[in-house]
């Protein structure tokens, strides 16, 4: 189950999200099973967030830091991930169905059953 009051803080945008974040780096994030169907997410800071079955589903997440995060079984559907860092992210089962990963950081991330299909993956770095 998600953290409620992380969930409030998420929720006030990704400003105060990331200001947050920067001043409890040792908190571990547990955002599982929410939606963020949609989101403006750009640059926001999920790394080593806990994102398992999660809704991102046609969001913005151009910059975002999912560094560690785990996705297993995340829906990034129609995700804008230019520029994002995906470097050692769990996305195990995550559907990245016609996801823009373009210029995307994905060294050391496992994709094992994840879909990828009609995913742009140009200029990935792995």
């Not at 099973?33 to 151009?62: I, N, P, Q, T, W």
């Amino acid at each position: 189950m998600a953290n409620e009051d992380q969930v409030q803080i998420f929720t006030k945008g990704v400003k105060h999200w990331n200001e947050w974040r920067s001043k409890n780096p040792g908190v571990k994030v547990d955002l599982r099973g929410l939606s963020f169907y949609k989101e403006d997410l750009r640059g926001v800071d999920l790394r080593d967030a806990d994102l398992r079955r999660v809704d991102f589903h046609e969001s913005d997440m151009r910059k975002a830091n999912l560094r560690g995060a785990d996705c297993w079984s995340a829906d990034f559907r129609r995700v804008n991930f230019i520029g994002a860092l995906l470097a050692n992210t769990n996305l195990k089962s995550a559907n990245l169905w016609n996801a823009d990963l373009r210029e995307t950081d994905m060294t050391g991330a496992d994709i094992k059953d994840a879909n990828l299909i009609g995913a742009n993956l140009s200029g990935i770095k792995q």
